[in-house]
């Protein structure tokens, strides 16, 4: 067979060369031609590209190819997001410095990727951990340090205390929370730590407007930001007389708290707490210590709660309510203290009922008797009128949210007229937190004098740049704390003797702006060159996983207005369309990972079957956005139908004598497929653009053996044939295009072809006909048949005639010409 002569190594390795050698795939700015900025989210170097990596990124490159040959000036990049605690975690083990281990982790996968036969442009590759990136990486630290954006506070981290040292969340291990390192209970402690005041732009972040994305990631960023509004109240401390600021969205029901619950954590419990209750209280602190936000968050964790001994003044009312701590109430979120009304609380009922805590009905369901506390099985959230509440009873009470509901909108009225309180609005999302207790990491280029206090670096001693002669302790502490002599410096305001902060920055930091620095990273003026970035930006296409919706690009967008403040971007938003890719599980419907042992390496499936091949199957084999398990049969079908057009196009043929009949039908079928292919582009729906071009293939060997091998009709569906598979199989393609029609180089310079609507016509069309409802026949009627037609074809049909039993039909309807219905 003559398919024995494709050899996709020899074809692939020899394009890809000459692709790199010709710069086919550089993009520089073009202002003939509409620009197209195809982003995907760039990898961390592991070492070795996973099929997850290949799933992401070839399906993103065929697109990007697609709008190529559209006519867009396309720009493709790659880079690698090279901090992280996985390398520091390696030194600490090998003792082979982070820096020597990433950098031959991306020369390997440099090689893995080159090997996709992808459109990157590698002159514009960035590597966040290069000196000659994050020294803008820091430059933008201290902008947003100037703008008043950045700031330092106090913040609980995970801490081993055995180990001596701060923990990320992948060193935690176990529902008991130990150390990874020694086995030992993890605790919480606070530190100084720096923070983003990224709540700034809370309601910024809720708008989409002008943005392509996902439903689903606008409702988790939604959801994740989740904006209440309510009212703002003090309550008063009987020991101290000390504010208390609750934050509540139903200040209608305020005289109907009964008691008050901090955070373990909250400043105020040691004063409060009496002698009798001391006890209790410390070792409640403990246990809470141990846990996470998301384990004392947990909604369907049983509440625990211990009695301060401590009351505050309830402002409405004067009544002295009791002070109790819970862990479901965290200091991270609101002020780390609630009023609790268990008559119209579910969780302030369970706990009022667990603790024995008096219950006050303060609204009364309309056409009923107030509820009884001391009976209430539940706790009511429904309408009603204000009751137990003073000169306020009577007022109605709605199920909506703020100022719509009557209630509270009197009720915030009557506290900003006393005093007590204020109209408010409060956030689930919390200040952006970056402080690393890691050496491998952008430095916080922040110098803290004893007398003039923190200051940045001065722009002309960036970057701080990470010491090399550094040791590592098998403790975990970060070598930059315990370097003899690095964090030693002057102070940029006195010169006297000052100290460098010694925390690194969140690795998300880095991640937030590398789509700028794709625009020029050789450029040493600035993080971009302004041509670069008023050509290119914003980023046109996005992709990437869902998973990162509520980190990276909540951070990215949060970044990006950030600097458009900061006169440094422009616009609203960084990325004007997303789409998310699914994921690929292992053959056992897991997630893949080494120690299940069911990791799919493409190394070892480009080697087998070419690049190609192993690009059409993960476009072929599930809905791009949804992903599915892998099947290594499944591959064999993609791998046959590689070779099948290699045969189609190589396979010697002489000119036929085909009708016209035939040759109609071929270009049909191909305007057909172009048409379907186009729109599937344009909507990320790969698998169908695989079975489309299979079936067109199906289609063309019809049509050889039908005589039609020759004819124009041929040589345009072969050249659209590989116009289209380009952006699929770009190597085969190219082989097809250049050495077997002969065509000029090269077939990805090509435009788009377009779709003949004439010849994409069908003659006749199929339509179903039910009969009260029940599909009875099938009819074929002329494509431009009218709807009397079409009903006369319905009705001169025998199987419809036999359903009708000789009754005349009351209805015939023709509905959008796709189905006819007879009503009897």
Known sequence: MADIHYNPKEIESKWQAKWDADQLYRSVIDNSKPKHYALTMLPYPSGDLHIGHWYAMTPSDARARYMRMKGYNVLFPMGFDAFGLPAENAAIKSGIHPMVRTRDNIVRMRKQLRSMGAMFDWEREAVSCEPEYYKW????????????????????????????????????????????????????????QWFFKATKYADELLNFDGLDWPQTVKTLQTNWIDRSEGASVIFKTEVGNHDVEIFTTRPDTLWGATFMVFSPEHPLVDEITTPENKAAVEEYKVQTARQSDIQRGAVDKEKTGVF????????????????????????????????????????????????????????????????????MEAAYVGPGVMVNSGMLNGTRVNVEKGRKNPSIARVIDWLEEKGVGKESVNYRYRDWLISRQRYWGAPIPMVNCPIHGWNPVPDDQLPVTLPEDVEWKPTGESPLKLHPTWKNTTCPVCGGPAERETDTMDTFMCSSWYHLRYLSPKYDKGPFDDAEYNYWMPVDTYTGGIEHATMHLLYTRFFHKALRDAGITEGNEPMIQLRNQGMVLGEDNEKMSKSRGNVIAPDILVDKYGADTVRAYLMFFARWEMGAPWDSQGIEGSARWIRRTWTLFTDPTLPGSGSDEAKKNLRRKVHQTLRKVTRDFENFEFNTIISALMELMNEMY?????????????????????????????????????????KTYSVHQQSWPQVDEAAAKDDSIEIPVQVNGKLRDKIVVPAEASEDQIKAAALASDNVQKYLEGKEPRKVIVANRKLVNIVV
């Open 137 to 192: 990486t820091e430059w933008f630290f201290i902008q947003l340090y100037k703008m008043g954006l950045a700031y330092r506070k106090m913040s609980p981290v995970d801490f081993c205390p055995n180990c001596n040292t701060t923990l990320a969340r992948e060193q935690v291990w176990g529902d008991d929370r130990h150390c990874e390192r020694c086995g030992t209970p993890v605790i919480k402690k606070d530190l100084n």
């Open 308 to 375: 301060t001994g401590g009351y505050a003044i309830n402002p409405v009312n004067g009544a002295r309510i009791p002070i109790w701590i819970a862990d479901y109430v965290l200091m991270s979120y609101g002020t780390g203290a609630i009023m609790a009304v268990p008559a119209h609380d579910e969780r302030d009922f369970a706990f009022a009922r667990k603790y024995g805590l008096e219950i006050i009905p303060v609204i009364q369901p309309e056409g009923q008797d107030a509820p009884d506390g001391s009976t």
């Open 702 to 742: 019809k049509a050889r053996e039908a005589g039609v091998a020759g004819s124009d009709a041929w040589k345009e569906a072969q050249e659209i044939y590989l116009k289209m598979l380009a952006p699929i199989a770009p190597h085969i393609a190219e082989e097809l295009w250049t050495g077997q029609l002969g």
